[in-house]
């Protein structure tokens, strides 16, 4: 009997991989590889549908950076960084965003030459794992290798795409990075207990800490079944 696999199911099972390696502290290069390949399909997807994944990276980027401003609940990280405040206050003095208004209720498009600029920029890295045909003696800076913003660039497409928060591994890779980059400071209250503990690990032990738990929610699957705001 054969067993067939759709696009999304693929895209889906290398994400979860992705996070899994991710949190197991596998190769950094191996990590990007799989995780590049489901972002591919994901925003393949997205388009196909009509969705514009960099339009929608940029709103997200510019929309709750707004819209907390406006409701005082800006994160530590950037209130302390004055050239973000200047650009938040710059966005929010432009754009019809309160604190009242929704995501959904907002829409953005890109112009052709910044679509292509933020592809080249993502792809970089992907591209030089994928070939050496052109460039056999071409080199990239391992330190430039960001996989954490582009597990959670990915998971955030892939919400647009299905609304659904990819079980263990989507749970607590959203967890982790509320503790670790944003703040923890409007997460719901089931996860703050999670979130105190985490805070207290350095980066090695918070990596070991959610790989234990993506295992465990894995075990009891009730467990994730909370999607992440």
């Not at 990915?154 to 967890?175: C, H, I, P, R």
Request: proline share 3%; glycine share 6%; aromatic share 10%.
């Amino acid at each position: 009997m054969k067993v067939y696999i759709t696009k999304l199911a693929a895209a889906q099972r290398q994400l979860r991989a992705a996070i899994r390696m991710f949190f197991g502290g596998e190769d950094e290069l191996a990590v990007h590889t799989v995780v590049s390949a489901a972002y591919r399909i994901i925003t393949d997807l997205k388009k196909e549908r009509g969705q514009d994944e960099v339009g929608d990276y940029y709103l997200t980027e510019i929309f709750y950076c707004v819209r907390d401003y406006r409701r005082g609940t800006l994160p530590a990280y950037l209130k302390n960084d004055q050239a973000a405040m200047n650009w938040i206050r710059e966005m929010a003095e432009k754009l019809p965003i309160d604190e009242s208004t929704k995501y959904e209720d907002i829409k953005a498009s890109v112009s052709a030459d910044v679509a292509k600029e933020y592809w080249k920029k993502r792809n970089k890295t992907a591209n030089f794992l994928k070939h050496a045909d052109r460039d056999p003696k071409s080199h990239i800076p391992l330190g430039e290798i960001d996989n954490l913003s582009l597990l959670m660039q990915t998971l955030s497409a892939y919400f647009d795409l299905v609304k659904d928060n990819l079980g263990a591994e989507g749970l607590v890779l959203w967890l982790y990075f509320s503790t670790t980059v944003t703040g923890c400071d409007g997460l719901p209250k089931q996860y703050r207990k999670i979130a105190a503990q985490l805070k207290e690990l350095n980066r090695a032990e918070g990596l070991d800490f959610c790989s234990e738990l993506v295992n465990k929610l894995n075990a009891s699957p009730s467990l994730s079944s909370g999607r992440a705001e």
